[in-house]
């Protein structure tokens, strides 16, 4: 018998102190096994499952702000698999047994994900032991029947992308299955992470992945924020919010232009590519750097914003909402575009609700949520915006997502420099005596961005773990481009964008 | 949409948008000033042909390489073109510290291009690792894996850099 609620697992298990702000506490084997029975019924979400030395935690979310960590010691170096009875769970694991060694009994697929069998090292943090042997053949999953055959392509792909390998099965133009190998671009951030001081902690934690530095060096400074109790001035946490949507912005119309340009619709992405240009450039006069790297550090901002900065982001806003209109027509009105994108590359509600997928992928399956307004965050309590929500699934679905959340960031830039406080930027934090833990969820441009982080006695990090929201978006793209054409795959993959290196870690 | 409309999206990208010609790269003209084989350069003619490859970036690098073939930096007008296949290419732009598990598919990369060619390491990662050096995933560095004739430095570099680094390989002095 399930317990009633993600809150009854939690109360059932030994709080750990100096966990913020959400309760962690430690289960035994049955309330791991109750937790695994909520997000089998889908009366939870997970939002994340890590190793860390002989232990596995799992971040769920309930219901609204109802959100805690799960801990489990694995004795023996095993611990019952999440993933047996709740698939989104499947990959996160054997990650886990990848870079920790830990064991997920029930685990139906025992291939390694991560670990291609070159590192010279097996199970990196957890008891690291040399290897020698030669890179192992990968068994990719079968298709069976008539007329299939197999097309391989990546990791290095035709274009200006990111590497990873696809497996496709098809037969003609159909595809039958699609499979992904990833991990390519793996380079032990979580390793490099262990005993970093925060400024260098920062500087990895902006380099998960590079579209998302904004969203990622936020969400490592609020989960050292929560874990120390440190205040952010206020002046701070209304400049993050500022990078944070013009770095959805610059993202977003990226995306709605090289989507086009995957259907040879090369007007839209002209356009949209300058006004991309826009916004980095405006971004760079304002905070000095075109993708506003390392400009976000826990107790605030590395700088204020430039003088003139202010005013040509007012500037910047302006010229898109005075051109957008016209290019949201262009790609309404355009019929043979819209051909392309309109039920291309479905994904059901249902999945979209199984996997918790964040972003445009969820939001466009109508899975309404947005971390910035639950569990939410400073400023956004005191700004209004809409979260748009949809229910086709398709490529145009993704599409139009993205093209109201432009409007919102608009919109919410405006807000924020009307009401911009004045005052310092930054306020050092000073490290607590012992160990702390924090763990925050932001909203990227694709989604939420969970970061957790335990830092120790001597105010470095000892343990931190970042999950990308393409955990949970990366698997739906192989449901989505079934019975698609092999040709419309570049469309799929660009309407999700999910991100290789913000995985891979 | 009516007429007058596509007509004032088309008139938007007229020439005015486009970024002045920049001087190539001092630094990269150097670099370059040191690599023995100036005379195979004299082959390439005044056009570049393009192979990118991650061996492992953040994608930052990535979305700047991309801003290179918006209206505004407009790549193409100086006869630099991204191919899909290394056996097009002239130059591979190689980003990322390199990780274990591109190895050996950046090596793949290179050996599938002919010859003359040469190999552009962008970004600070590219050149030693950057803030991944040290990983036990990681190599450190593309010229540990193939000979590099230009690095372009930056975290990421801007466009305008990569391409006055672009342009420097360009120059007739360097060829």
Wanted: hydrophobic share 40%.
């Amino acid at each position: 018998m399930a317990a009633a609620t993600l809150t009854d697992v939690i109360l059932a298990g030994a709080p750990v102190p100096h966990h913020g702000p959400w309760p962690r506490v430690v289960v035994r084997p049955e309330g791991w096994a109750d937790a695994t029975e909520l997000l089998a019924e889908g009366r939870a979400t997970l939002l994340g499952l890590w190793g860390d030395g002989g232990w596995m935690h799992m971040a769920l979310a309930g219901g609204e702000n109802d959100i805690g960590v799960l801990s489990l010691e694995c004795v023996g170096g095993r611990y019952p698999s999440v993933g047996q009875r709740h698939r989104p769970a499947l990959r996160l694991e054997r990650a886990a047994r990848d870079l920790f060694g830990l064991e997920p009994e029930g685990n139906p697929d025992a291939r390694p994900w991560l670990d291609h069998g070159v590192w010279g090292v097996r199970h990196p943090l957890g008891s690291p032991a040399k290897t020698t042997d030669a890179a192992p053949p990968y068994p990719f999953l079968t298709a069976e029947g008539e007329g299939l055959h197999q097309i391989a392509v990546g990791p290095v792909h035709a274009g200006i992308i990111e590497p990873g390998h696809f497996r496709f099965t098809a037969n003609g133009e159909t595809i039958v299955r699609l499979e992904e190998r990833l991990g390519y671009v793996h380079k032990g951030i979580e390793g490099l992470m262990a005993g970093a001081d925060l400024d260098r902690a920062a500087r990895l934690a902006g380099r998960v992945s590079g579209d998302s530095t904004v969203a990622y060096g936020l969400a490592f400074a609020r989960a050292v924020e929560a874990a120390w109790h440190a205040d952010v001035p206020p002046r701070a946490v209304w400049l993050r919010a500022l990078m944070a949507e013009l770095e959805r912005l610059a993202n977003h119309l990226g995306d709605i232009g090289e989507i086009c340009n995957d259907a040879a619709f090369a007007l839209m992405h002209a356009h949209t590519g300058v006004l991309r240009e826009r916004v980095l450039r405006a971004s760079d006069l304002a905070f000095g750097h075109r993708l506003m790297r390392d400009r976000i550090v826990p107790g605030g901002l590395a700088g204020d914003i430039a003088e003139g900065g202010p005013a040509a982001i007012r500037a910047l806003v302006d010229e898109i909402a005075r051109v957008f209109p016209a290019l949201v027509e262009l790609y309404d009105d355009t019929a043979s575009l819209r051909d392309r994108t309109v039920t291309t590359g479905t994904l059901d509600p249902a999945l979209a609700l199984e996997y918790g997928a964040g972003g445009y992928v969820g939001r466009a399956s109508g899975r309404d949520a947005d971390a910035r307004r639950s569990p939410g965050y400073p400023p956004y309590d005191e700004l209004a915006f809409a979260v748009p929500s949809r229910e086709a699934g398709d490529v145009d679905a993704r599409v139009w997502i993205r093209i109201e959340e432009v409007t919102e960031s608009l919109s919410l830039v405006r807000q924020i420099l009307d009401r911009l406080p004045a005052g310092p930027v930054r306020a050092d934090p000073a490290p607590p005596p012992s160990i702390r833990e924090g763990m925050a969820i932001v909203e990227g441009f694709r989604g939420d961005i969970l970061v957790w982080v335990r830092t120790g006695a001597d105010g470095r990090v000892e343990r931190c773990h970042l999950r990308d929201p393409s955990w949970f978006q990366w698997p739906l793209l192989e449901a989505v481009v079934e019975g698609n054409i092999v040709a419309d795959f570049p469309l799929c993959n660009k309407s999700f964008n999910c991100s290789y290196s913000g995985h891979d870690l | 949409m009516g007429p007058g409309m596509l007509r004032l999206l088309l008139k938007g990208l007229a020439p005015p948008l486009t970024e002045p010609v920049p001087a190539p790269s001092e630094v990269a003209l150097r670099e370059l000033a040191g690599a023995v084989d100036r005379a195979a350069r004299g082959t390439l003619g005044r056009s570049l042909s393009i192979r990118h490859v991650d061996a492992g970036s953040c994608n930052g690098c990535e979305l700047e390489i991309h801003a290179l073939n918006n209206a505004i930096y407009n790549i193409e007008r100086f006869g630099i073109r991204f191919v899909a296949s290394p056996r097009h290419a002239d130059v591979l732009l190689v980003t990322g510290p390199v990780t274990k598990n591109m190895r050996e598919a950046l090596q793949r990369t290179y050996d599938a291009t002919p010859h003359p060619k040469w190999v552009v390491a962008l970004g600070d990662c590219a050149r030693d690792g950057g803030c991944f050096a040290g990983s036990p995933a990681v190599i450190g560095g593309v010229s540990k894996v193939v000979p590099v004739d230009l690095h372009i430095a930056g975290c990421p570099p801007p466009p305008i850099e990569i391409l006055r680094g672009l342009l420097a390989l360009l120059q007739p002095g360097t060829r």
